[in-house]
Nanobody, 121 residues
Framework: QVQLVESGGGLVQAGGSLRLSCAAS????????MGWYRQAPGKQRELVAR???????NYVDAVKGRFHISRDNAKNTVYLQMNGLKPEDTALYYC???????????????WGQGTQVTVSS
């Protein structure tokens, strides 16, 4: 099994910053990509940002220029630096990792428990 442990959420005023971290551990042979999703009350879960093993990234339009995703391959950890936060960024943020298992080379698609980000106006 693969486990994801998230940290870094919290309450911040509009215009502030937060940094989310997500560490993957367990039966990992490789990680193809890691990313962050978010889900606000009454809304569908949406992709916020994703980073691939070779370093390419993509972002949802709403966060471009404000959020930055990075990755430490040696630590199997992904970070989401969130600057210029807005009230509409308030959501439960989930980490996601997709790759191959060490034991049987089967693909895994793993999710974290979620970390709350609340931005006050």
């Amino acid at each position: 099994q693969v486990q994801l442990v998230e940290s870094g959420g919290g309450l911040v005023q509009a215009g502030g910053s937060l940094r989310l971290s997500c560490a993957a551990s367990g039966n990992i042979f490789s990680i193809n990509y890691m990313g962050w999703y978010r889900q606000a009350p009454g809304k569908q879960r949406e992709l916020v940002a994703r980073i691939y093993s070779h370093g390419s990234t993509n972002y949802v339009d709403a966060v471009k220029g404000r959020f930055h995703i990075s990755r430490d391959n040696a630590k199997n950890t992904v970070y989401l630096q969130m600057n210029g936060l807005k009230p509409e960024d308030t959501a439960l943020y989930y980490c996601n990792a997709v790759g191959l298992s060490y034991s049987d080379s089967r693909e895994y698609d793993c999710w974290g428990q979620g970390t709350q980000v609340t931005v006050s106006s």
